[in-house]
């Protein structure tokens, strides 16, 4: 079995502070700048599962540090280096506290909040009719709030502004990199057969007061992508889409009766579903990409993240 990385506990020089979240381990390195390791571990329903996953940290580094460079003429972003293909270090930022999430298809959450038969969300109002996987016609945004713990809470631009949790000047912008950022992730994924289906994006205000992108960019975590080979045939059937994301692993929970709430218990990850799970990844990986995924060795992958961020520091 694969060896996988699922927490670091560094000490780097002029380190002042330490955050885990769902994935990645982030070191504050005097309040100038942050170490980003993005950990094998994987997260659903907001609930970190057990078992981590070969090459995900490796991959969704190098699918965001490839889109972040991909996107700099639209938005300033967070990245200064990468010297680890786990490792992104780059400037601190304070994070605003909402994720921007931008949806193009009824699909997902949203899906199953509109059969439920709400019909706005996130102070978004959607017509009556509209079936799952089916189009916006033009994306809709739908935030959320950033939960240190527990779950992500939906949240409309109004309220955003009524608790004053960003400036509407700010929210505007933010807006703005959004719709952009978007659009031009949908065209990189088209011109490699792709939908981007929705994503998410988190943006903070640097020391110069700028505000750049910060995080992952069009990940398979924090994206959703469908084929667009067979997607109108499969729409008109009411047949569920081949897409590459992380919602074969929501979907796989809830077939076993998980979906991170209190007291269910996470159905048990073995050998072939956590390969089934790596695959998916080096398939999107290649996939959106058009890179061959080139795996490294993964014996002592904490000796090895550690010594190339300490060769730039």
């Known amino acids: 079995m694969l060896r996988t990385i699922t927490e ?28 980003m390791i993005a950990s094998d571990r994987i997260s659903a ?8 996953i070969p090459y995900k940290g490796q991959i969704l580094n190098q699918i965001a540090n490839k889109f972040l460079d991909e996107t700099e003429d639209i938005c300033p972003n967070w990245k200064i280096m990468s010297p680890d293909p786990n490792v992104t270090i780059g400037r601190y930022c304070e994070i605003y506290p909402i994720e921007m999430i931008i949806r193009g298809y009824l699909v997902g959450s949203a899906w199953r909040t509109y059969k439920s038969g709400v019909r706005i969300i996130c102070g978004v109002e959607l017509p009556d009719g509209m079936k799952e996987n ?30 004053g949790l960003i400036s509407k000047e700010e929210y505007e912008i933010i807006k703005k990199y959004t719709c952009a950022l978007f659009e031009r992730g949908t065209q990189i994924a088209k011109d490699k057969g792709l939908i981007l289906v929705d994503t998410k994006y988190e943006f903070g205000k640097g020391k110069d007061d700028s505000i750049y992108l910060c995080d992952e960019i069009h990940t398979p975590d924090s994206s959703r992508y ?3 080979e ?11 889409q081949k897409q590459l994301s992380k919602e074969f692993v929501r979907e796989w929970l809830m077939s076993e009766g998980f979906m991170g709430q209190k007291d269910q218990k996470i159905p048990k990850m073995n050998v072939e579903k956590i390969a089934e799970i790596s695959g998916r990844y080096v398939e ?20 090895r993240i550690e010594e190339n961020i300490l060769k730039v520091l």
């Not at 000490?11 to 170490?35: M, T």
């Not at 809709?140 to 955003?160: C, F, N, Q, R, V």
């Not at 067979?230 to 569920?240: P, Q, T």
């Open 8 to 35: 670091t506990n560094f000490e780097f020089p002029n380190q002042k502070s330490f955050y885990r979240g769902k994935v990645r381990d982030v070191y504050n390195i005097n309040d100038e700048y942050l170490i």
């Open 45 to 52: 329903f907001d609930v970190v599962l057990p078992k981590g």
């Open 134 to 163: 089916q189009k916006f016609p033009v994306p809709i945004i739908t935030p959320t709030t950033k939960a240190k713990e527990g779950h992500d809470e939906d949240i409309s631009e109004e309220e955003i502004l009524k608790q």
């Open 226 to 228: 469908f084929y667009i």
């Open 230 to 240: 067979g997607f109108e045939d499969r729409f008109k059937k009411c047949k569920s």
């Open 284 to 303: 999107l990986y290649e996939k959106i990409t058009g890179d061959k995924f080139l795996s490294l060795h993964t014996f002592n992958i904490e000796k």
